[in-house]
Nanobody, 123 residues
C-alpha cells in the first residue's frame, strides 16, 4: 500500500508563495496520476491540480490556473505544488492523492491519501 507524506504548508501573506511537496513510498496500486486537493473549514474537499505520473501532462481547477503549478519527480517519487499569488480564499488543508486516473477530479477517484498540510493565507 502506498503512503503519502506532505510538507511545505504554513502561513503566508496574500500575494506570497509556498511550495508543497508530497513524497510517495510503498507499493502503488496505480501509477496513472497523482493530484492535490484542498478542504476549507466546513466545505467539501475539492480538486486543485493533477499530474500524469509517467510524463508531464497536467490539469488544474479553474480557480488556480495561472497561479499554481504541479510537477513531479518520478525518480524521487515526489510531487510538488508551487503556489504563487496566493489569496485568502486559498486557505485550506491541502491533501496529496495517488492511485487515480489522469483527468479525474473527484476525491473518490483517488484511492490513497496523505494526512494533509495546512496552508493559511492572511489578508
Amino acid at each position: 500500500q502506498v503512503q503519502l507524506v506532505e510538507s511545505g504548508g504554513g502561513l503566508v501573506q496574500a500575494g506570497g508563495s509556498l511550495r508543497l511537496s508530497c513524497t510517495r513510498t510503498g507499493r502503488s496500486l496505480s501509477s496513472s496520476a497523482m493530484a492535490w486537493f484542498r478542504q476549507a473549514p466546513g466545505k467539501d474537499r475539492l480538486f486543485v491540480a493533477g499530474v500524469k505520473w509517467r510524463g508531464s501532462n497536467t490539469y488544474y481547477a479553474d480557480s488556480v490556473k495561472g497561479r499554481f503549478t504541479i510537477s513531479n519527480n518520478s525518480a524521487r517519487d515526489t510531487v510538488y505544488l508551487q503556489m504563487n499569488s496566493l489569496k485568502p480564499e486559498d486557505t485550506a488543508v491541502y491533501y496529496c492523492a495517488a492511485d487515480g486516473l489522469y483527468g479525474r477530479t473527484r476525491d473518490t477517484d483517488f484511492r490513497s491519501w496523505g494526512q494533509g498540510t495546512q496552508v493559511t493565507v492572511s489578508s
